[in-house]
């Protein structure tokens, strides 16, 4: 198989970077990069009828992933999750076609697996064998797992708050765990320091390409599996961002590839009470964020107060018609027991967030009853046992 991946484009400034020199961010700006296809290329090439025949997790998508060598990819069996119809929900709401992407069967027990997967092969590929994260949790955790599957070395600071699978999978698949009292974005400055000092290559929330090209393979299978539509609306639970710019350029690259009709997805931006800086920022009409104070959240997969792609987030969400709203903790523990009582599908409290989005966007009728919802449902509820109280 061909990989089509060419070069590295700023998101920001648009400047161009070569496919071998093993760059984070843009070196003028500071900010995000893209990986960029040659689509006229892959349009003629890759036939998406050839699914059918390939591999049943995300590297099936292979002529539109990051690696270019396909003995490189580092994998343990990652995406081509359920999407999975709720009709006993859409039921109880009133609604006609909900789907929950249940993330949650991911390898690691979250979608973090894609985005890390993806990191890790493209380090390897490029040479790099020595790896750091700042994390809430759950990108530590695969970030460990796909280290120790592909004999790198991993290693992960995380809050000391986090909750206790992601300090134990971290620790037990073998990385150098450091806890620290503080969130993220403190995790961040700790990691940066000990990359530029120890020669590790930092893989930061959208401070590399690659984890992004991991998520976006979300959008890719939503649209396969809805049979090359995409739905009318996608809720999704923000932290860095990643998974919801990912789907939004998935969607763009299928519609260049002639896979899909001009996407009409609304995206939409679910955060929570206690720490909202992308709903700030969009109520307030601004096109980047600023830093929330005193983030607190038991969802820490969304305890985030800032994200560097914030303006890509915004962006994403207004040119899809989309919108960003918050919910409080209490709502994400009662949206747990009525997707696991409804469902049987036993949500993260992130996960949770984007039905108790839904209520208020169909209460203030934003979202309509009759629209094909997709409920993005990030991880497993196994991961946070420790976070709440039944
Ligand atoms: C990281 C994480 C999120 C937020 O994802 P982003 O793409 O960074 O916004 C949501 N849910 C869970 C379970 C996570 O681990």
Redesign the pocket.
């Known amino acids: 198989m061909i990989s089509y991946a060419e070069y590295l484009e700023c998101t920001n400034c648009n400047k161009t970077f070569d496919y071998i020199t093993p760059y984070r961010t843009c070196n003028d700006c500071g900010k995000v990069l893209y990986v960029r296809y040659d689509i006229n290329k892959a349009k003629i090439n890759f036939d998406r009828n050839i699914l059918s025949t390939r591999i049943n997790s995300m590297w099936r998508y292979f002529e539109m992933m990051p690696i270019k060598n396909e003995e490189n990819i580092v994998s343990l069996g990652e995406g081509m999750t359920p999407l999975l119809s709720v009709p006993n929900l859409s039921k109880s709401l009133g609604c006609s076609q909900i789907y929950i992407k249940d993330e949650g069967c991911n390898p690691t027990g979250?979608?973090?697996a894609r985005g890390l997967s993806a990191a890790v092969s493209r380090a390897k590929e490029l040479g790099l064998s020595k790896l750091t994260i700042p994390s809430?949790?759950?990108?530590g955790g695969a970030l460990s797992s796909y280290c120790a599957r592909g004999n790198m070395e991993a290693h992960v600071f995380m809050p000391k708050d986090a909750p206790t699978a992601n300090k134990r999978e971290s620790l037990d698949s073998g990385a150098n765990v450091t806890l620290i009292d503080g969130l993220i974005s403190d995790a961040g400055k700790i990691s940066r320091e000990k990359a530029q000092k120890n020669g590790l290559f930092d893989v930061s929330?959208l401070q590399e390409p690659y984890r992004a090209e991991g998520?976006k393979t979300m959008g890719y299978e939503i649209a396969e599996q809805l049979n090359w539509t995409t739905p009318d609306v996608i809720i999704?639970?923000?932290?860095?961002?990643?998974?919801?710019i990912g789907i939004w350029k998935a969607f763009q690259e299928m519609y260049e590839l002639g896979w899909i009709d001009k996407p009409k997805t609304k995206m939409i931006c679910v955060q929570a009470s206690g720490c909202a800086p992308i709903v700030k920022a969009y109520e307030s009409g601004e096109t980047n964020a600023t830093m929330w104070e005193n983030a607190s959240t038991f969802a820490s997969?969304?305890r985030?107060p800032a994200a560097i792609g914030d303006y890509l987030i915004l962006n994403a969400i207004r040119e899809s018609n989309g919108t960003a709203l918050t919910v409080t903790d209490q709502e994400m523990i009662d949206c747990i027991q009525m997707i696991a009582s409804k469902e049987g599908i036993y949500p993260?409290p992130?996960?949770a967030a984007t039905l108790a989005g839904l209520k208020h966007l169909l209460k203030s009728n934003i979202v309509n009853p009759e629209e094909k919802i997709v409920l993005m449902n990030?991880?497993n509820a196994y991961k946070y046992l420790d976070m709440w109280k039944s």
Not at 136 to 139: E, F, I, L, T
Not at 236 to 244: A, D, K
Request: aromatic share 8%; hydrophobic share 25%; proline share 4%.
């Open positions: 979250s979608f973090k809430a949790g759950n990108a929330t998520k999704y639970p923000t932290g860095g961002g990643t998974g919801l997969g969304i985030v993260a992130e996960g990030t991880g």
